[in-house]
């Protein structure tokens, strides 16, 4: 049986009285409840109210988060891991498995992370590096920055810059893309990188610091070509901003 060990620490006036919590376990399944009864109203000055919630749990473990108002933090842990947020920042750090985190208005923080993941934010930017399998990264309206060594890749903003860099050892199973409405792309491939590149933009111009056989039409705002004799395709395109591709 898995034996969790939570503790809770509540801080602001007048909160404990209005504060349920409910705790159950069935087999090596727990779970935890937090709810804030009446009427909170406002205040001047420094009546502020606030809940922090610790959770201390078995490293290989899954993980399952909800909140409608707030930030969270989650850590060193090996398993599945769904994180979703109605209004806050969400970080992670040391994560592995199927990995799920979701803020509907706020950014998104995370480093070392393995596995399948998904990073979705609806408003807010994205900050990811020493990530290590399967990514895809959605925003609303902010900018995207993401580096590690990747199987899958799909990256996507409605609104801000993506800046991409992909690190030796990474493989395209599948096609990937990066795209952005309004925005530059900076994306620095490995020297040895094999894939056919599709870039475009609709009002900007692309650099190119890697060697690319160009197929076809070659301009200042489309490419279409081949890196070290090709491979799966890969779509870089903004709506309005420069592309930038280097190598590493």
């Known amino acids: 049986m898995c034996v969790w060990k939570p503790m809770m620490v509540a801080y602001g006036s007048e909160l404990g009285k209005n504060l349920l919590v409910d705790s159950r376990q069935d087999g090596d399944k727990v779970e935890l409840t937090a709810r804030v009864t009446g009427h909170w109203g406002f205040s001047f000055g420094h009546n502020s109210r606030h809940?922090?919630?610790?959770?201390?749990?078995?490293?290989e473990a899954d993980l399952q988060v909800e909140t409608a108002d707030g930030s969270v933090q989650a850590e060193s842990i090996n398993g599945t891991v769904n994180v979703h947020t109605g209004d806050g920042s969400v970080k992670a750090n040391?994560?592995?498995?199927?990995?799920?985190?979701?803020?509907?208005?706020?950014?998104?923080?995370?480093?070392?992370?393995?596995?399948?993941?998904?990073?979705?934010?609806?408003?807010?930017?994205?900050?990811?590096?020493?990530?290590?399998?399967?990514?895809?990264?959605?925003?609303?309206?902010?900018?995207?920055?993401?580096?590690?060594?990747?199987?899958?890749?799909?990256?996507?903003?409605?609104?801000g810059s993506v800046d991409t860099r992909v690190l030796p050892g990474s493989k395209m199973a599948s096609s990937w893309t990066i795209r952005t409405g309004d925005g530059s792309v900076d994306l620095v491939l490995p020297s040895d990188?094999?894939?056919?590149?599709?870039?475009?933009?609709?009002?900007?111009?692309?650099?190119?610091?890697?060697?690319?056989?160009?197929?076809?039409?070659?301009?200042?705002?489309?490419?279409?070509?081949?890196?070290?004799?090709?491979?799966?395709?890969?779509?870089?395109?903004?709506g309005d901003g420069s592309i930038r591709l280097s190598k590493s």
């Open 94 to 159: 040391s994560l592995s498995g199927t990995i799920d985190l979701h803020t509907n208005d706020g950014s998104i923080t995370v480093e070392n992370l393995k596995g399948d993941m998904r990073l979705r934010t609806g408003d807010g930017s994205i900050e990811a590096r020493d990530l290590d399998g399967k990514v895809e990264a959605d925003s609303g309206d902010g900018h995207i920055r993401i580096a590690g060594r990747f199987d899958a890749l799909n990256v996507k903003t409605g609104d």
């Open 51 to 59: 809940l922090h919630i610790e959770v201390r749990m078995p490293r």
């Open 193 to 238: 990188f094999q894939t056919n590149i599709d870039a475009s933009t609709g009002d900007g111009h692309i650099s190119l610091g890697i060697p690319v056989t160009v197929e076809g039409t070659f301009s200042n705002s489309q490419i279409h070509g081949k890196m070290n004799g090709g491979g799966q395709p890969l779509t870089i395109h903004t």
